[in-house]
T-cell receptor, first 115, second 113 residues
């Protein structure tokens, strides 16, 4: 079936604007993760959703970042009042079930550039 | 919290030679250690993983070893080929109500023909 998809693939915005990034996980995957990858860096965990449980938001870098997952499927990561240091590739991943070491499948990412 | 260190940051080997990438982790509770390969401009893809009940796992030219006592694990690629050139990330999973992977900083592997 289809893999994890993300949109937009690229986003250029001005400092101070809000942006929304979308992730469509693999159908049937109950766990969804957001990561951030800065240029030449590793992957930084941001937030995790599992079913109807409260999300693990421990990786969100500031209160400008928020995410929601509606209907247990699609997720939106919102960055308010963007700053230049928010420029990065934002990766979404999904897995069948958390807590049992299920493989995480990554989407292609959204490349965000804040001018 | 968990901290994962990965070395080296860059590695260049001749085609046909072996490559070894090493990672250490800090949380003794971690018990799942995947490796991801990320080609330029593409998404990370899982290539192999190991769980704490085994010390070594092999899949064709790729193998991973785990030393829980020393809290380190390594990726071994034998008979390297040009298509092995990529950035490789190790990760460790901690259980805090979620499978939250903590990634190393990555190793840029270049295979020279």
């Amino acid at each position: 079936g289809a893999g994890v998809s993300q949109s937009p693939s690229n986003k250029v915005t001005e400092k101070g604007k809000d942006v929304e990034l979308r992730c469509d996980p693999i159908s049937g995957h109950t766990a969804l993760y957001w990561y951030r990858q800065s240029l030449g860096q590793g992957l930084e965990f941001l937030i995790y959703f599992q079913g109807n449980s409260a999300p693990d938001k421990s990786g969100l870098p500031s209160d400008r970042f928020s995410a929601e997952r509606t209907g247990g499927s699609v997720s939106t990561l919102t960055i308010q009042r963007t700053q230049q240091e928010d420029s990065a590739v934002y990766l979404c991943a999904s897995s069948e079930m958390a807590g049992f070491f299920r493989d995480q499948y990554f989407g292609p990412g959204t490349r965000l550039l804040v001018l | 919290g968990e901290n994962v260190e990965q070395h080296p940051s860059t590695l260049s080997v001749q085609e046909g030679d072996s490559a070894v990438i090493k990672c250490t982790y800090s949380d003794s509770a971690s018990n799942y250690f995947p490796w991801y390969k990320q080609e330029l401009g593409k998404r990370p893809q899982l290539i192999i993983d190991i769980r704490s009940n085994v010390g070594e796992k092999k899949d064709q030219r790729i193998a991973v070893t785990l030393n829980k006592t020393a809290k380190h694990f390594s990726l071994h690629i034998t008979e390297t080929q040009p298509e092995d050139s990529a950035v490789y990330f190790c990760a460790a999973s901690i259980i805090q109500g979620a499978q939250k992977l903590v990634f190393g900083q990555g190793t840029r592997l270049t295979i020279n023909p």
